[in-house]
Nanobody, 125 residues
Framework: QVTLVESGGGLVQAGGSLRLSCAAS????????MGWFRQTPGKERESVAA????????RYTDSVKGRFTISRDNAKNTLYLQMNSLKPEDTAFYYC??????????????????WGRGTQVTVSS
C-alpha cells in the first residue's frame, strides 16, 4: 500500500526557514490531492496547505499565506512544504496527508485517507 514519510522538521529561530518533505510510495490506489496539516496540544488539527496533484492548484490557510509554499515533484513522488519567515506560532507537529478519492484542494482532515507519522517543527523566539 501507499506510505507517506515526512522529513525536514526541526528547531529554527523565528524568521528562519525550513523545508518539509513527504515521500510517497507509488501504490495501486490513485492519488488526487495532498496536503499538510499541523497540530498543537489542546488544538484541533489544522489544514495548512493543500495541492491538487494533477492540476497543481494550491490553497493555504490565511495565517501562512505569503510565507509557506506547497509543491510537488512527480519524478520523485514527493510533496514539499517550504516554510519561510517562521513564527513561534508555527510551532506544531506537521503531518503529510493524501486523498485517494478526493481531488481539488480539500481542507477537511476527513477527506484524507493516507497519513504520515508527522514531524516536529519548533520555532524559537
Amino acid at each position: 500500500q501507499v506510505t507517506l514519510v515526512e522529513s525536514g522538521g526541526g528547531l529554527v529561530q523565528a524568521g528562519g526557514s525550513l523545508r518539509l518533505s513527504c515521500a510517497a510510495s507509488r501504490g495501486t490506489v490513485s492519488r488526487y490531492a495532498m496536503g499538510w496539516f499541523r497540530q498543537t496540544p489542546g488544538k484541533e488539527r489544522e489544514s495548512v496547505a493543500a495541492i491538487d496533484w494533477v492540476a497543481m492548484n494550491t490553497r493555504y490557510t490565511d495565517s501562512v499565506k505569503g510565507r509557506f509554499t506547497i509543491s510537488r515533484d512527480n519524478a520523485k513522488n514527493t510533496l514539499y512544504l517550504q516554510m519561510n519567515s517562521l513564527k513561534p506560532e508555527d510551532t506544531a507537529f506537521y503531518y503529510c496527508a493524501a486523498s485517494s478519492r478526493v481531488g481539488g484542494t480539500p481542507y477537511s482532515q476527513f477527506q484524507f485517507d493516507l497519513w504520515g507519522r508527522g514531524t516536529q517543527v519548533t520555532v524559537s523566539s
